[in-house]
Structures are given as structure tokens and as C-alpha cells.
């Protein structure tokens, strides 16, 4: 009798351990979906990045890249950053193209609503920008002297209602002061000027305050 009782224990707990370790891969499971245009067309900001080369993992956080559906890209950083002109998807990878017609290619995937890309020399992660906060804001909320969160050092931009904008910093012991032109387009929640091309896709909207997609804010001089 005890001889068959052991045999039994024996039959079952491989299979109790195997349960157990279904359960396991079930909660630890991910969802990852497959890399396609229809669902990477859209706004993405960078929260995490790091690049091997100069060791850094925060100088891209807070900037926003647009894969738009007609096949062209854009960014809220500087064109000396990236300067990509448009995108596709190919072997899993996503083929950025320069003007020069070179390509990099990404190795990238969308898991838990995040976008992972890698390159020889660093890595990134994405999150889809939302813009609910600021969806309401038209181009009349602009309209005035608007200071750096960093302070006058970082940059003021005066927006006149006339369209015309002035940019002033100071830099290297040096004021700096440049004029253009603005506009705010509600529907992408957009805000560029002629001045050095700046772009911010506004994020956020509060009634002294505004984040654009470089992750900069800037507030309302009374």
C-alpha cells in the first residue's frame, strides 16, 4: 500500500510542477505585437535612450518622432541630430533614410505599448504621445512673452498676433535676439517658427504653461 502511494506521487508532481510553471510563462507573457506601418504611424517620445559612444542616457528624453503615413518623418530635435527625410519598414527593421539616400536600419518591436528600437550604438524606447491635455488650446493662447523653465538663459520667445515672433538668449556672454515667423496648427497641436526652423508638438497646456515634444516648458512673463 505505501509502495503504490509513493508510485502515485511520483506520477503527479511532475505534472503539478509543469501546471505551476504554465502559470508562470502565462503571467510573465508580454504583449508583443508585430512591427508594421499601420501601427507605428504616429507620434512617439523617446523616455528612455542611451548611447554607447558618448555613454549618456538622457540627452534624447523628451523628444518626439512623427512617422507620418505618407512616408515621411520628422522630429522636434535639431536637423543635426537626426536628419532622416522618411521611413519603411523592411525585414522587421524600420529603414530610415537620409537626404544623401543612406539608410539606417533600426531592429525594432512594439511590446506593451512601447517601441524598442537598437542601433550599433545605442538604444531607445518609445511611448505614443498623448495629447489630450492640450487638444482645445488655439493659436490666440500663444500670444505673448513666453520664458524658458530654465530661466532667460535657456531662452524667451515673444509670439505676436500678428504672426511675427522674436527668439532672445544669452550665450557665451552674449544676448542673442532673432526674429520670424509662428504659427499654431490646432489638428497636429503643432507650433513652428522661422526662427532656426524650431517645431514643438505641444503636449501639454496649462493656462501659464506649455511642454512641446522636446521636453522644454515655457512660461507666460506677466
Given at each position: ?31 508583443t ?13 523617446i ?8 555613454e ?30 522618411s ?12 537626404p544623401?539616400?543612406n ?9 506593451d ?38 530661466g532667460?538663459a ?9 504672426g ?11 544676448n ?16 513652428s517658427?522661422?526662427v ?5 508638438k ?20 506677466k
Amino acid at each position: 500500500m505505501r509502495k503504490n502511494l509513493y508510485l502515485i506521487l511520483l506520477a503527479v508532481l511532475p505534472m503539478c510542477f509543469a501546471a505551476c510553471g504554465s502559470d508562470d510563462e502565462e503571467e510573465n507573457e508580454s504583449d508583443t505585437i508585430g512591427l508594421t506601418t499601420s501601427n507605428l504611424i504616429g507620434d512617439w517620445i523617446i523616455i528612455k535612450s542611451y548611447n554607447t559612444i558618448t555613454e549618456r542616457g538622457d540627452q534624447d528624453v523628451g523628444i518626439i518622432w512623427s512617422f507620418n503615413s505618407d512616408g515621411s518623418w520628422k522630429s522636434t530635435a535639431p536637423t543635426w541630430r537626426w536628419d532622416y527625410v522618411s521611413w519603411s519598414i523592411m525585414d522587421g527593421k524600420i529603414q530610415m533614410k537620409r537626404p544623401n539616400g543612406n539608410v539606417e536600419a533600426y531592429t525594432a518591436e512594439i511590446k506593451d505599448g512601447l517601441l524598442y528600437t537598437r542601433l550599433d550604438h545605442g538604444s531607445k524606447v518609445f511611448e505614443r504621445v498623448q495629447l489630450s491635455e492640450s487638444n482645445n488650446i488655439t493659436s490666440d493662447y500663444f500670444v505673448g512673452t513666453w520664458e524658458a523653465s530654465g530661466g532667460s538663459a535657456y531662452g524667451t520667445w515673444i509670439f505676436n498676433s500678428d504672426g511675427s515672433c522674436n527668439f532672445s538668449h544669452y550665450s557665451a556672454g552674449k544676448n542673442y535676439s532673432t526674429d520670424g515667423k509662428w504659427t499654431y496648427t490646432p489638428s497636429t497641436q503643432t507650433l513652428s517658427t522661422t526662427v532656426t526652423n524650431w517645431e514643438w508638438k505641444i503636449t501639454k497646456a496649462t493656462t501659464d504653461e506649455w511642454t512641446g515634444g522636446n521636453g522644454q516648458s515655457y512660461k507666460r512673463v506677466k
